[in-house]
């Protein structure tokens, strides 16, 4: 989420390039349990265990267009790590973390991908869902390693070691939806704009809204970007000449600050709402603040930092205390969220004494209701699913913390509870 210049790369002859480069391994695979060994007190280890040591992989971006989300998220996970090495580890061992900014290039993501697998038990971050889904065959096939990624496409379901943590993008675009229809007068025959990013993230997210459509018996007007595409002056000409009544955007914060920008400039008064990504509280201060604080809103898989819950108000003063030149922002949500669902699963894999991948793996996916106190209940039980379904309508606010406040609870409508994402 950075405001500053850069250019990613998505020419068809790289992201081919990395598709063919997903589909090899980096190593000959052993086969399964052929490089377990015993380790302390009986406890199974293999990839990513060493000495005194488990390592987890963090694939993030610190200097592309999600710059302000892997900052934050990597941070969040560094102080994760270093609360529980400081309360005596797991097993016996202490936990690291190994870090690789692939700056949202698909080249160096896969690179990044290949170089860390061999050395560390799983991926406590991986930002990008068309990288995961690139390396997804790889993963599932013959490395077997726990990802849990800052990603939220739908074609990530289905894998037992991928686990997408809180709604899809196509469940939560349906929830999006569902709040313009029942908060912002969205009626039907009415249009609607969506505004989304080629590939993954953006397609997974279009496939909630036009399902939403059909069910409300609207009409979605689609506007199809690159992540270089910054300035959104033609698609908000296209979109008010449509006349569509509000906007759904999945892409990145630059985009939805051009977007609401420019439709206030231009007298184009309608509620906009993107997926959980396409915000970053700095933006507040742009010309665009006020615009955002007006007509913006943000569909989230969790509460804000800004939350009042003693779990939130103390992840508050410990990442303020660790890191007080940063802002807070909803990353560190993310990030602690992701870190501490992995934590638990170690916790679980040593108590069962297979600190292994599969045995790690096995762990996570026998927690059914996890709950660290943003709001939503994680139950990481079924691959095929989304560990919720339950999405937070957020709204930016200059004065909160985090910039975010809630403007509508935790829930899942009903058209997201009986969706299947993926199908």
Known sequence: MSTTTYVTRTAAGALAALLLVAGCSSKAKESDGDGDKAGAGGVKTGEGVSGKTITLGALTDMTGVYATLGKSVTQAQQLYVKQLNAAGGVCGYKVAL???DHGYDPQKAVSGYTELEPKVLGFAQFIGSPFVAAVKQRIDGQDKALVLPQAWSSALLGSPYIRVIGSTYDVETINAVDFLIKEKGIRKGDRIG???FEGDYGESALVGSKHIAKEAGLTVVEQKIKPTD???????????????KAVVISAGPRQAASLVGVAAAS?????VIGNNSAFAPQ??????????MKNYYVASPSLPIGADTPQARKLVADYRAAYPDDALDNGIVAGWTAASAFGEALKKACANKDLTRQGVDKALLSIDSYDIGFGTTQNFTDPASPSSRESVILQPAKNATGGMKVVREAGASEEAQAFTPGA
């Open 267 to 271: 007298g184009f008064d309608v509620p």
């Open 230 to 244: 910054n300035d959104m002056t033609a698609q908000v000409t296209a979109l008010k000449q449509a006349g569509v």
């Open 194 to 196: 969506h505004v989304y």
């Open 98 to 100: 190994s870090v690789r």
């Open 283 to 292: 933006l507040l201060a742009t010309q665009a603040g006020p615009a955002l």
